[in-house]
């Protein structure tokens, strides 16, 4: 087995995981940080869905109906810039914890200091990132006095952008691959150890939870004002990226640590994105059921 993966050579191998290596010598002698591709891709996410919720918060037209006179904007580019770092910290700590406990359970127990020593190892979890922000967003409302579904509504908009490119780092890094496959675009991935030709899920991840939800709820947000029905885009998010990674699950390579008797029918990610999709659809209903809100009236700084 040791030969067959030094023989492996990956479809794709253009990029390096890590882009550069931060020395530390001073601290001691071999120390250093790598920054990789992975948290390169945190970043943007993150800066890039700041930069749009300010335009979001900068457009108080698409708050209220077509017929509506807007007033202002639910929430101040200080409440933003609030918002940003509280959810720094909820999809990095969430993330973490939520792959500890939905895929790495037994850590907990055989090595806790990996959960915060092991993070150059990797291991991050969607769904436990999505329960992290959802907890920074709730707090942060409360904390500020906005309403929370205009928060979630805006949060859902730019969402997309951090899930695109964290499923690129995804690929770049070679890991979360997909099923063995013969489809003509099939890859090779050096961390695998059987070397087989696979389905490149990664990037499938990226163009339905990245790009395709991204259009959906941005055409919602501004060609029918979805921002005026609160919690109708949060509900369009948790559907479609329930039902894209349902989806996806059939050509990504199944959780090793599944139980023996639901291995082969059902992986984690499906699981866990039953729950999504009940409460997204329940939230569209919701909000479509009722009628438009009233125009915010708290301004917005410029």
Request: proline share 6%.
């Amino acid at each position: 087995m040791e030969s067959l993966i030094q023989a492996c050579e990956p479809t794709f191998s253009l990029l390096n995981e890590v882009i550069f290596r931060i020395p530390l010598d001073f601290i001691r002698e071999g120390w250093g940080f790598d920054v990789r591709w992975y948290a390169l891709a945190y970043i943007a996410g993150l800066l890039l869905g700041w930069r749009y919720m300010l335009v979001l918060a900068r457009r108080p037209r698409l708050w209220v109906p077509r017929d509506g006179k807007p007033k202002g904007s639910p929430f101040t580019v200080e409440d933003v810039d609030d918002l940003l770092l509280w959810a720094t910290v909820g999809v990095i700590g969430g993330g973490r914890l939520g792959y500890v406990l939905f895929y790495n359970p037994q850590v907990i127990w055989n090595d806790p200091l990996w959960i915060i020593t092991g993070f150059q190892e990797g291991g991050m979890a969607f769904h436990g990132g999505l329960i992290g922000v959802a907890i920074a967003i709730y707090f942060v409302a409360r904390a500020r006095k906005l309403d929370l579904w205009h928060i979630a509504d805006a949060a859902a908009v730019v969402a997309p952008i951090g899930l695109f490119f964290g499923r690129l780092a995804n690929f770049i890094n070679g890991e979360l691959w997909g099923r063995v496959s013969d489809v003509p675009w099939a890859m090779r991935f050096e961390s695998d150890p059987l070397c087989a030709l696979r389905h490149p899920s990664q990037l499938y991840e990226a163009a339905l939870e990245g790009l395709l939800i991204f259009a959906v709820v941005n055409f919602a947000t501004w060609k029918h004002r979805s921002l005026a029905r609160p919690g109708l885009n949060t509900g369009l998010f948790l559907v479609l990226y329930g039902l894209s990674r349902a989806f996806l699950e059939t050509v990504r390579e199944p959780d090793a640590h599944m139980p023996d008797a639901l291995r082969g029918y059902v992986t984690m990610g499906m699981i866990l994105s039953i729950p999504m999709i009940l409460a997204g659809a329940w939230l569209v209903h919701r909000a479509l059921k009722a009628d438009p809100a009233t125009a915010p009236t708290k301004a917005v700084d410029s």
